[in-house]
């Protein structure tokens, strides 16, 4: 059974950091993407930036391409966000997620396989 937990998140002001963490457990294989997507009230779920656990390509949003980085451990199977510059506009739920892939190219929310609970960032102006 496949379980992605995130934790970090919190509140800060702008342009204040915060790092995010998530583990996955129960993956068989390395051709999978793990990524991190966020919603805001009102809004639908966008992407914010992926990676994929074999090649360790990555992509972005436009939007946090420059501000945010993201990386992985595989020893512990971790993956991770680090946010900095954060603006009110990153405030949001933000969701770890896997999905199955043979590589990368873009971040998709509808191939998504596994979803983590969230974890709520707060950005104050």
């Known amino acids: 059974r496949v379980r992605v937990e995130e934790s970090g998140g919190g509140s800060v002001q702008t342009g204040g950091s915060l790092r995010l963490s998530c583990t996955a457990s129960?993956?068989?294989?390395?051709?999978?993407?793990m990524g991190w997507f966020r919603q805001a009230p009102g809004k639908e779920r966008e992407e914010v930036s992926c990676?994929?656990?074999?090649?360790?390509?990555?992509v972005y949003a436009t939007s946090v391409k420059g501000r945010f980085t993201i990386s992985r451990d595989n020893a512990k199977n971790t993956l991770h966000l680090q946010m900095n510059s954060l603006k009110p506009e990153d405030t949001a739920m933000y969701y770890c997620?896997?999905?199955?892939?043979?590589?990368?190219?873009?971040?998709?929310?509808?191939?998504?396989?596994?979803w983590g609970r969230g974890t709520q960032v707060t950005v104050s102006s």
């Open positions: 990676i994929h656990w074999s090649s360790n390509n990555t």
């Open positions: 129960g993956l068989t294989s390395d051709n999978y993407v």
């Open positions: 997620a896997a999905y199955r892939s043979a590589g990368l190219v873009y971040c998709s929310v509808s191939r998504v396989d596994y």
